[in-house]
């Protein structure tokens, strides 16, 4: 099998909190976190600089916070605080698979999360830590994958690689429609045109503004990760040059 080569250099991953439930109904699953390290971990050896912003919906969102009457920022704020438990428990996940890791939340917790600053980040990224974000983008309304496109531009990522728990982006929900088809190649154009939801406006907006690639693909498969970040065909392309 000929060597793997990756195309990318300096990557933003997005994993939604779900990614780390398995199977579960809440919470995360330890079997499934370590899998999950041990294959980010891989990542590691081909000196990739590795971004990845961790969503907290295994937990609490903001939204089901506010159908039980809560506030709508102050829920945000619990959905915030949610992002940073699944960041310390991957960044522990990584560390056991030899992975040094910094935690970088948008809010500062003092004795238990450093607080997100670009240049600090930069030098991390420089000195070969892994970064795992947290915390969002520090304010309510917006969602982790506006965070993963903004802290892929301020990092200066190649791409940004979102990970689901479909292999791509589809016509309509393969779940649901058996003539769904997957897009190999879109343009952020068509993602707001079909009114596909890769994500939110906020996060596609921004990611279209500032020539972010985007791959979606599905993390279920093993290996999927270093396929993407070697320009395999994996998932479906936002933007960015199409795969050969
Ligand atoms: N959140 C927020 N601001 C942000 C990012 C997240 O208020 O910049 C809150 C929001 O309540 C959201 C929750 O954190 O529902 C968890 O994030 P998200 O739903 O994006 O997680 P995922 O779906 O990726 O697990």
Redesign the pocket.
């Known amino acids: 099998m000929a060597e793997e080569v990756p195309r990318y250099k300096r990557v933003l991953l997005?994993?939604?909190?779900?990614a780390l439930m398995g199977r579960a109904a809440y919470g995360i699953d330890p079997a499934l976190l370590s899998s999950l390290a041990q294959e980010l971990a891989s990542l590691k050896k081909f000196e990739i600089k590795t971004g990845i912003v961790?969503?907290?919906?295994?937990i609490?969102?903001?939204?089901?916070?506010v159908a039980q009457g809560f506030d709508r920022v102050r829920?945000?704020?619990?959905?915030?605080l949610?992002?940073v438990l699944n960041a310390i428990a991957l960044g522990e996940a990584l560390g056991q698979h030899g992975v040094p890791t910094k935690i970088l939340s948008?809010f500062e917790i003092k004795g238990v999360v450093e607080a997100f600053v670009r240049e600090n980040a930069l030098d991390y990224l420089e000195e070969g830590y892994f970064l795992v974000f947290a915390?969002?983008?520090?304010?309510?309304?917006?969602?982790?994958?506006?965070?993963a496109v903004l802290r892929a531009l301020e990092i200066k990522a190649e791409v940004m690689l979102k990970a689901t728990k479909v292999d791509g982006v589809y016509s309509s929900d393969p779940m649901k429609d058996p003539k769904a088809q997957k897009f190999d190649h879109l343009s952020y154009e068509e993602v707001l045109e079909k009114n596909l939801r890769v994500m939110d406006l906020t996060a596609i907006s921004l990611a279209r503004d500032n020539n972010l690639p985007l791959i979606v693909f599905s993390m279920q498969k093993k290996g999927n990760i270093i396929k993407a970040v070697c320009g395999e065909k994996v998932g479906t392309l936002v933007g960015g040059e199409p795969h050969d």
Do not use: H, V, W, Y
Not at 54 to 58: A, C, F, L, Q, S
Not at 75 to 80: E, K, L
Not at 135 to 147: E, K, N, R
């Open positions: 997005k994993l939604s909190g779900e961790i969503g907290g919906g295994n609490f969102r903001g939204i089901s916070g829920a945000d704020q619990m959905g915030m949610a992002t948008a915390a969002g983008t520090g304010c309510p309304f917006f969602t982790t994958d506006t965070a």
